[in-house]
């Protein structure tokens, strides 16, 4: 990179999302993600999970898509630990449980905004669970690199603490 610039494109995979683009680093010589150019709007796929009791909140796409493919279709994206005022009140719309299942980062960054997020649902009178997956894993990585299965994760939410 030099002081010319960067173009925020390369070495990504864009998605786009509801008027806005959201990429996905695939190298670490970028960052992991980012939205480009705006700021994101609404829960991922809300629309279609909005009816379902329970609800899997997970932080980004490749972590619902692969979720998404073993089968759990209840699952929903705030492409970050920090939801903003819509997301907050999509998942507050009506009673359900949502299961946080944030990054257990080595720096707990994820765990501890799951927490923080579960605190604010509660007081709104929304059923919370964390979801605890192995250190250092997203639900991407605990599939793809973990070698974690359908059964194994559901075995996670089951013991999902409140």
Not at 68 to 82: D, R
Not at 115 to 122: D, F, H, V, Y
Request: aromatic fraction near 12%; proline fraction near 5%; include cysteine.
């Amino acid at each position: 990179m030099t002081g010319a610039g960067y173009d925020a494109y390369v070495r990504r995979i864009v998605f786009p999302l509801e008027g806005n683009l959201y990429g996905r680093s695939l190298s670490a010589a970028a960052p992991p993600h980012r939205f480009l150019p705006g700021a994101k709007g609404g829960l991922y796929s809300w629309a279609h999970v909005q009816s379902f009791p329970e609800v899997i909140l997970v932080e980004g796409l490749f972590d619902y898509a692969v979720l998404w493919e073993a089968g759990f279709h209840n699952v929903t994206c705030s492409l970050g630990t920090h939801l903003n005022a819509r997301q907050f009140r999509q998942l507050c719309d009506g009673p359900r449980t949502v299961y946080l299942t944030f990054d257990a980062d080595r720096n707990g960054s994820g765990q501890q905004a799951a927490q923080c997020l579960s605190q604010s649902l509660r007081e709104q009178g929304i059923t919370a669970r964390l979801v605890s997956l192995p250190d250092g894993h997203d639900p991407n990585s605990f599939f793809v690199q973990g070698g974690g299965d359908a059964h194994q994760f559901q075995a996670l939410l089951e013991k999902a603490r409140s």
